[in-house]
C-alpha cells in the first residue's frame, strides 16, 4: 500500500517527537537492530492480503512465547559484543593450540586474550538463546514465514564444525585451549553466518515487539475483506495515542464511500479521522489495530491532508499548498485503484466565501471516484445542505454542549451536520473578550 512521507507524518506513524509517534507506541525491541527492522515493517505496508496474513499468523505464534522468550539469554549487550568482535583487530589466535601455545597467547596477548574469552562466552549465550527460540518457535504446523527463519537458524548454528567446538554443559568455566579453538573457528570461518544469524535475530526481535504491542495494547488482529470495492467495517475504533481514548464505530462502503464529519473545534474530527487513518495502515503491515473488530478491503493507496504548512522560502503560502495536495491527491486517485483519503479542515488558508466555493467543487468532484473511500472534515457547515442530493454521502458530526458557558465534549459521533458556534464563546471564556474591554 502506498503511502508519502506527508501521510506517516500526518498520522504521526512516525515522528520527530518520537515519543509522540505510533512507532514509539509499538516498540518493545530488545536490540538496535530489531529497532530498525521494526522500522522497517512500518514503513513498508503490504500490498497484497498473502503478505499480511503471514505476517499476523508470526505475531501470533509469538504472542504464545512471550514469557519464556524474555528469559533467553540474548541482549542487545551480546549483539553488540558478537559485531565488535569482527570489527576488532587482535593478535592471531592460535588454532587447535597446545598447552603451550595456549599459555603464550595469554602472557605475551594478555589483552587481546581477554576480549577474545570476553566474547566467545557472549557467542555461547548467543548460540544457546537461538536454540532456545528455534525449541520455543518449532510447531508441526507453523506459518510459513516463521519456520523458514527457524530453518535458516538451524542451518547457521549446524554449520561444519561449530557443533563440535561449542561446550557441552557447563559454560563459564571453558579450558583455555578449547576457547582460542572456537575464538579462531568463530573469527576466521563463521563470520559470515554469524553476522547473517544476527540478522535474523534482530528481525525476530522486531516480531517480537509487534507481538509484545499487540497484548499489551489489547489490538486485534483485522480481516481483510476479498472483494474489489473498498470497505472499512470497525467497531470500538480508537486512536492509539490517546491516554483515555474514545472508541468510534466506522462503516465506509463503495454505496456511501465519503464521509462528511463536522463539529467544533477541539470536538475531535481530527483525532478521529487519524484513528482511522493509523488503523488502515497498521492492518497493511500485518500489524493488530486499534479496535474491537476490523474488516477491510485491501486498499492500494493511503493519502492525507491534515497538517499542511506554508513554505516562506520559496514563497508559498497555506492556501497555495493546499491546493497542490489536493492536485496531487487527484492525480494520483484517478487510477481506479482502492485509495482511503483523509482531509481535515480542507481550505483553512482563504477567507469563507472563497473556502465554501473551493471545498464544493473538490467534494462534488471527489463524489464521482466511487472506487476509494473519503473522510473529510470542515468548518464550513453550511455547504453541507447542498451536498444532502447525494446519496454516497454520510454526515456525521461531534456534538458540543454549553453549560453555564462552559463547553463539553463528548467526543461521540451522531449523525448530521452539526450548527455550534462557539468561537466567541471561546473567546470569551478564556479572557480574551474581557482583556480587550478593559483597553
Known sequence: MQADKTTLTDLSIFNIDED???FHYLDFTRTVGGREWLRHFLSNPYDNVKDIVHTQQVIKKIQQVVPQWNNTLIS????????KYYETAVAEIPHN???????????????????????????????????????????????????????????????????QLLPKGNTTDIPKADLLTLGYFLKRRYKQEALELVEIYS??????????????????????????????VATQLFHPLLPTPVAYDVDLNQQQ???????????????????????????????????????????????????VVDNI?????YFFNEVQRIRKTIEKITDGRKWLILIDELFKGTNVQDAMKCSST???????????????????????????????IQFKYFETSVVNEQLYFSYQLKDGISNDRLGYLILKREGVVEMLERL
Open 20 to 22: 509522540q509517534s505510533v
Open 76 to 83: 542487545n549487550g551480546t549483539i553488540m559484543v558478537i559485531e
Open 97 to 163: 593450540a597446545g598447552p603451550v601455545g595456549t599459555l603464550s597467547y595469554a602472557i605475551f596477548n594478555k589483552e587481546d586474550f581477554s576480549f577474545v574469552r570476553y566474547s566467545v562466552k557472549h557467542f555461547i549465550d548467543f548460540f544457546i538463546g537461538l536454540q532456545q527460540l528455534t525449541e520455543l518457535l518449532s510447531e508441526e504446523e507453523n506459518p510459513l514465514l516463521l519456520q523458514t527463519i527457524i530453518d535458516q537458524i538451524k542451518v547457521r548454528l549446524n554449520k561444519a564444525g561449530l557443533p
Open 203 to 232: 528481525k525476530l526481535d522486531a516480531y517480537y515487539s509487534m507481538a509484545c504491542a499487540c497484548s499489551k495494547h489489547q489490538l486485534c488482529f483485522p480481516e481483510f475483506i476479498e472483494t474489489g470495492k473498498p470497505e472499512i
Open 257 to 307: 464511500n465519503f464521509l462528511f464529519l463536522t463539529g467544533a473545534n477541539m470536538g475531535g474530527k481530527s483525532t478521529f479521522i487519524k484513528a482511522v487513518g493509523v488503523s488502515v495502515y497498521l492492518a497493511h503491515t500485518g500489524m493488530g489495530v486499534p479496535a474491537k473488530k476490523m474488516e477491510l478491503s485491501l486498499f492500494d493507496g493511503l493519502l492525507s491532508n491534515i497538517n
Open 313 to 317: 522560502m520559496q514563497g508559498e503560502s
Open 362 to 392: 473538490v467534494i462534488e468532484g471527489l463524489l464521482k471516484i466511487n472506487n476509494s473511500l473519503f473522510i473529510l472534515s470542515t468548518h464550513l457547515y453550511e455547504i453541507g445542505q447542498d451536498l444532502k442530493k447525494y446519496s454516497n
